[in-house]
């Protein structure tokens, strides 16, 4: 079972990304899929959380409430994070993980992917 993230790179403040986590060995229609990052020098935090499918209830930080937008693609089996107005204090390494709960607390998830780098720079 393993997660892949990509998407990552380097951005101006204002502008926009998109992640990707593609799964190998299991379907991800079947679990809460969240995206977590760790900036340098700081712990990991919980960035947002998309529910199983059934319901697809969504849920984020307060820091990207608004800005960034999880979805899931089935036909792909990937999970997305659209990333708009990034700031600076966004830049960390970004990592899709499963299962994840609303609360966005990082030892909920026990599926990690490698991580992807984000830098938002001018």
């Known amino acids: 079972l393993q997660l892949v993230e990509s998407g990552g790179g380097l951005v101006q403040p204002g502008g926009s990304l998109t992640l990707s986590c593609e799964a190998s060995?299991?379907?991800?229609?079947?679990?809460?899929i969240g995206w977590f990052r760790q900036a340098p020098g700081k712990d990991r935090e919980g960035v947002s959380c998309?529910?199983?499918?059934?319901?697809?209830?969504?849920h984020y930080a307060d820091s990207v409430k608004g800005r960034f937008l999880i979805s899931r693609d089935k036909a792909k089996n990937i999970v997305t994070l659209q990333m708009n107005s990034l700031r600076p204090e966004d830049t960390a390494v970004y990592y899709c993980?499963?299962?994840?709960?609303?609360?966005?607390?990082?030892?909920?998830?026990?599926?990690w992917g490698q991580g992807t780098q984000v830098t938002v720079s001018s």
């Open positions: 993980a499963a299962p994840c709960w609303s609360t966005l607390v990082v030892a909920a998830a026990d599926k």
């Open positions: 998309i529910s199983t499918t059934g319901d697809g209830l969504t």
């Open positions: 060995g299991f379907t991800l229609d079947y679990y809460a």
